[in-house]
């Protein structure tokens, strides 16, 4: 079934940049009621400005989503603004770009953290304010790593696997409550989500100027959610990369264990 997001009350999680700032552009503009979380108040409320200033109803909740103190302030506050949702976005996230062996367990904790434990926990929360939704939808935005796990992202493709995995299973269960659950896997996309990784001592050229602008990967969240499309792929990378796994994964193992061989060659 397509879906209008016209009035629809839509959560953003990671709403103070990147794709979640473009997508809740996107929305606002489409006619959305947003609640924008995300833990810097400032850009969020500027951007909750922006969208007011055009007409929008946007709402600013500042809350770090892996504390559960700051969740149940969230939702208790969201409750009283919005008494049900009907739109939840799972896209706050962040990474990680290192060999494992250089890494240490706080890493992979905290990518844990941020992009499972609190995905999970926000939809845990979102149950029973979805379930009384208009076209009620679970929407997580995880990563083409989450499909193919990738040499130097190995904290962050687990974690994103992880995410995959409870999008595929929840979307049998929460057809009871008649919740759609949507994934959507970007490949890179420029948003300061490189000046943020926890490690940057990967070596590969990762050619990120060629990745999509956070706008275009905002279009494609929007249009999965518009379409209620089960599964969307972003990128030339992420779609070249995923189909060629899915017919070779034993020649992509090979092509990634040469490539780190050659990289790594001299310590
Ligand atoms: N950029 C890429 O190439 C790429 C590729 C594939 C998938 N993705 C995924 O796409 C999603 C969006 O990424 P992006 O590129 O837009 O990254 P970004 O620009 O770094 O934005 C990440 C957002 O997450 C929020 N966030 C981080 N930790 C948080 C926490 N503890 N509580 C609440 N909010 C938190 C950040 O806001 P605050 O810092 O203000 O909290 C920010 O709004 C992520 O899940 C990412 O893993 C990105």
Redesign the pocket.
């Known amino acids: 079934m397509k879906r209008n997001v016209k009035g629809k009350r839509i959560l953003i999680?990671?709403?103070?940049?990147?794709?979640?700032?473009e997508l809740a552009r996107l929305c606002a503009k489409a006619g959305a009621r947003l609640a924008l979380?995300?833990?810097?108040k400032i850009?969020?409320e500027k951007l909750a400005s922006e969208l007011t200033a055009l007409g929008a109803d946007a709402k600013a909740f500042p809350?770090?989503?892996?504390?559960n103190i700051e969740r149940d302030n969230l939702f208790r506050q969201i409750k009283d603004h919005f008494h049900e949702l009907d739109i939840l976005v799972?896209?706050?996230?962040?990474?990680s770009w290192n060999h494992f062996v250089d890494g240490n367990e706080e890493i992979v904790r905290q990518l844990m953290?941020?992009?499972f434990f609190?995905p999970a926990e926000m939809i845990r929360q979102s149950i029973p304010l979805l379930e009384n939704g208009d076209q009620p939808a679970i929407v997580n935005?995880?990563?083409?790593?989450g499909r193919r796990a990738m040499p130097s992202w190995t904290e962050?493709s687990a974690s994103?696997h992880a995410l995959v995995g409870l999008t595929e299973a929840l979307r049998g269960e929460m057809a009871r409550f008649d919740i759609d659950v949507l994934l959507v896997?970007?490949?890179?996309?420029?948003?300061?989500?490189?000046?943020?990784l926890a490690l940057k001592t990967g070596r590969a050229n990762l050619g990120?100027e060629k990745?999509m602008t956070?706008q275009v990967?905002a279009n494609g969240i929007l249009n999965a959610i518009l379409s209620n499309k089960t599964e969307t792929v972003l990128?030339w990378d992420?779609h070249w990369m995923l189909r060629l796994d899915k017919f070779f994964p034993k020649l992509v193992n090979w092509l990634l264990a040469r490539r780190v061989k050659q990289l790594y060659a001299t310590r």
Request: glycine residues 14%; hydrophobic residues 40%; aromatic residues 6%.
């Open positions: 999680t990671g709403a103070s940049r990147g794709m979640g700032a979380v995300a833990r810097s850009e969020l809350a770090d989503i892996t504390c799972n896209n706050a996230g962040s990474g953290e941020i992009n609190a935005i995880a990563s083409m790593t962050y994103k896997l970007p490949g890179l996309t420029i948003t300061p989500f490189w000046e943020n990120i990745g956070p990967a990128g992420a």
